[in-house]
């Protein structure tokens, strides 16, 4: 049961696109189109932006859109916003039972 | 307003035991997966144990598995992680989550209780 592969931080200037990748194996994003992403704000809960690799719940914004390949899913913020500076997580169902989450990636909005 | 409220945490010696709640209001409960979800200080999300909507299944990361209980009451909508044989690792904020209905992730999270191990 070993976390996902983020980058560490990724950056961008307010308007730019930046992308999020979350590496698995076969086991996980490979085998599942069930990937999920969750920004997170300092000191405060998880909230979901992408669910099911590609589909946005209500209220996210449209800049927000996922996509997989193989076992690598990835997140894109296109026309980045201040307000988009967050820690975000990918997580990925893994058969048998359990879920990974992946180690996080802060953005930072330059 | 759906919501979820943990609560339980606290300061435990290692070796020792603590029951934490999730009080969940707003949503039918006894229709949703339930998960539980720990971050230790300054590290990424883990993924601790789900339960089923009618407690008839539940699921261990292999960290806590023989530790760990999850468990739930309808009745009275909350949803519980007993925690027996605590260790030093096990210090985290433990976040309480809902599983979309017949879906694999969750969709609504609790503000999360701290739960720290040491002597």
């Known amino acids: 049961q070993s976390a996902l592969t983020q980058p560490r931080s990724v950056s961008g200037s307010p308007g730019q696109s930046v992308t999020i990748s979350c590496t698995g194996t076969?086991?996980?994003?490979?085998?599942?189109?069930?990937v999920s992403w969750y920004q997170q704000d300092p000191g405060k809960a998880p909230k979901l932006m992408i669910y099911d690799v590609t589909k946005r719940p209500s209220g996210v914004p449209d800049r927000f859109s996922g996509s997989k390949s193989a076992n690598t899913a990835s997140l894109t913020i296109s026309g980045l916003q201040a307000e988009d500076e967050a820690d975000y997580y990918c997580c990925s169902y893994a058969g048998n039972s359990y879920y990974v989450f992946g180690t996080g990636t802060k953005v930072t909005v330059l | 307003e759906v919501q979820l409220v943990e609560s339980g945490g606290g300061l435990v010696q290692p070796g020792g035991s603590l029951r934490l709640s999730c009080a969940a209001s707003?949503?039918?409960?006894?229709?949703?997966?339930m998960h539980w979800v720990r971050q230790a200080p300054g590290k990424g999300l883990v993924w601790v144990s789900r339960i089923k909507y009618d407690a008839s299944v539940t699921n261990y990361a292999d960290s806590v598995k023989g530790r760990f209980t999850i468990s739930r009451d309808n009745a009275k909508n909350t949803v519980y992680l007993q925690m027996n044989s605590l260790r030093a690792d096990d210090s985290a904020v433990y976040y309480c989550a809902r599983g979309a209905q017949w879906q694999y992730y969750v969709d609504v999270w609790g503000k999360g209780t701290t739960v720290t191990v040491s002597s």
């Open positions: 707003g949503f039918t409960f006894s229709s949703h997966w």
């Open positions: 076969s086991s996980d994003v490979g085998s599942y189109n069930y």
